[in-house]
């Protein structure tokens, strides 16, 4: 079955530290697709990064990155240099290529950024 | 361009009424999917429909329903209205491939109370 677990629930750090979300996932497919997706207080959920199966090559945006390891099913998030508008709930999700858009989303892990 | 939108924000129904849902997508996107936010978890698919047609259904009982219109808008409906359907209900639209590498657009939500 699958499965997405972010098992840290909540995170306080000061700003301009770094900060690591983690991210485990369990499925059953070689093919699928790994997301992370934003969502601040306004409800909407802004989408970050897509990854596929296949590629493990580590990505860089910003002071965003991203470390995907299929040994671990590991898809960690970090922000460098964390500032106070990182504060958001921040979503790890897996689709499977069945043909849908069904995502499975993880519980979230709600950042809080001290100034 | 305007992103999806979704009305109403906010709505208070009583248990056992019945409630509709309404969403219009990206233009040019042909896939509108429903999810279901509980507070504190992560969003739980509900449906998407692409080109009219249903693609997708979670696990949720027979009392959701949701279709699509010629211009690609979506309708959710849910019918007798439970306490635990009280949530932020999602949409989110895609161009609608079958890879499930679709990033998904969402909107704002409705937030429904159920009293």
């Known amino acids: 079955a699958q499965k997405v677990t972010q098992a840290q629930t909540e995170i306080s750090v000061v700003e301009k530290e770094d900060v690591t979300l983690d991210c485990v996932y369990e499925?059953?497919?070689?093919?699928?697709?790994l997301f992370w997706y934003k969502q601040p207080p306004s409800g909407e959920l802004v989408f970050l990064i897509r990854?596929?199966?296949?590629?493990?090559q580590n990505e860089i945006s910003g002071r965003y990155s991203w470390n995907f390891q299929k040994s671990t099913s590991s898809f960690n998030f970090t922000i460098t240099a964390s500032q106070v508008v990182d504060s958001a709930v921040y979503f790890c999700?897996?689709?499977?290529?069945?043909?849908?858009?069904?995502?499975?989303f993880g519980k979230g892990t709600r950042l809080h950024i001290l100034p | 361009d305007a992103g999806v939108t979704q009305s109403p924000t906010h709505l208070i129904k009583t248990r056992g009424q019945h409630v509709t849902l309404r969403c219009s997508p990206i233009?040019?996107?042909?896939?509108v999917s429903w999810y279901q936010q509980v507070l504190g978890q992560g969003p739980q698919f509900i449906f998407q429909?692409?080109?009219?047609?249903?693609?997708g259904r979670g696990n949720f009982p027979d009392r959701f329903s949701a279709r699509q219109f010629p211009n690609y808008s979506s309708e959710l409906n849910v019918n007798a209205l439970l306490l635990g359907d009280s949530a932020l209900y999602l949409c989110?639209?895609?161009?609608?491939?079958?890879?499930?590498?679709?990033?998904?657009?969402f909107g704002a939500g409705s937030r429904l109370t159920v009293l």
């Open positions: 989110a639209s895609s161009l609608g491939s079958f890879s499930g590498a679709n990033v998904l657009t």
């Open positions: 499925t059953r497919d070689t093919t699928y697709y």
């Open positions: 990854r596929n199966s296949f590629d493990e």
């Open positions: 999700a897996l689709s499977e290529a069945r043909g849908d858009d069904k995502i499975i």
């Open positions: 233009s040019g996107h042909k896939s």
């Open positions: 429909y692409y080109e009219k047609e249903e693609r």
